[in-house]
């Protein structure tokens, strides 16, 4: 019996440009687009069934954001619906693929929340890769805990995590911890065994502190200069912190929010002249205001205000949080910090890639078809999503 697969006709899709980002190189040629797939990169003509002409447009991979609290109004510790909403609106700033990022709370709020994000995971509207929830608690410092509510922040507790792990571990990516309160890194090593990549952030670690959770399988550190250790000393020797741990292992990855604002340009510049182009990635870190026009209000009992670009506590004392979307970052890190082009777009495409070990990242043979395309100031221009064309 035939069924409706065998009516299904494959259309080969190509986009031309003449900035086509290939890996470190910008070529002038044609992506060939294979049903979900990157068919091939190339310059020469080959057979196609449709063709987007991008002539004179930047062609590069889907940004991809692994930390984002939400966007457009839609939280992501909401329902499934709003976490579909909030996905879709960075989606059109060039995001394909994002892990929706649940804060500290009540460890049965968090759980619900990561069955919601299971849920928008399946949804048919759902038009980016949704990778699955960032877990950013509840298992932090109380010490670096920045906007994070202390009420909330407690040592990692084997009894509820591997309850959730064995029920929705799917449906959790990524997980944000403070490596010194992880005796042995059992938490940490518990994560890598069970495919979550995890993260050492708001954190007053020591070095030695992460040696354990490296040994452990942590190589990832978030938003670092954010909520991370520098030297302390005890009994008048110094210690080195999270930062110049993460400065002194070629194997660590380091987070950043290269929103302009949470790091000024100089900053960046240092970071990416020690650590280098491959071991950073950025992220937006994003509330759920970016993208509105709102300029104050009242998150978890804290008042804010959105002045400068950025979301700060009432009282201007400090940050509350990032209104950016991924085309700013890339937008920052080339205009603002000088980066070129091809390795700005590599922060956010094939660092988070190899640090989420993702098919994406790369526009190359047998890659996920996700893909950009923005002019010189990095405006979007349209968005393909594992080879379907979503904005």
Known sequence: MLTVQHYLVKIMIRIKSDKIIAGDKLISGYVYIDGDKIHVVTGEELPFDREYDKTGLYVAPGFIDTHTHGGNGYDFTGKAEDIVEGCNFHMTHGTTTICPTISAAPFTVMSEAVFEV??????????????????????????????????????????????????????????????????????????????????????????????????????????????????TRKQGFRRLGVLETA???????????????????????????????????????????AGTDIKEGVMVSTEFIVEDGVCKLKDRSAFAGSIATADVLVRVLVKEVGVDMTDAVKMITKVPAEVMQLNKGVLANGKDADIVVFDEDIRIDSVFVMGQQTA
């Open 247 to 289: 400065f002194l292992s070629d194997d660590i990855y380091a987070e950043i929010i290269a929103d302009g604002r949470h790091l000024p340009a100089e900053l960046i510049r240092l970071i990416l002249k020690i650590k280098g182009t491959d071991r950073v990635l950025l992220t937006t870190d994003s509330l759920a205001i």
């Open 118 to 231: 299971q849920k928008a995971q399946k949804s048919p509207a759902l038009k980016s890769n949704l990778l699955g929830a960032h877990m950013e608690g509840p298992y932090l410092s109380k010490e670096q805990c920045g906007a994070q509510c202390t009420d909330y922040i407690t040592p990692p507790d084997s009894t509820e995590y591997e309850a959730l792990v064995e029920t929705a571990g799917q449906a959790i990516a990524r997980w944000t911890y403070a490596p010194e309160n992880d005796t042995d890194g059992v938490f940490c090593k518990y994560l890598k065994e069970h495919g979550i990549v995890p993260s050492a952030g708001h954190t007053n670690a020591i070095y030695d502190d992460m040696c354990v959770a490296m040994e452990n399988g942590c190589n990832l550190i978030t938003h670092l200069y954010s909520c991370t250790s520098t030297v």
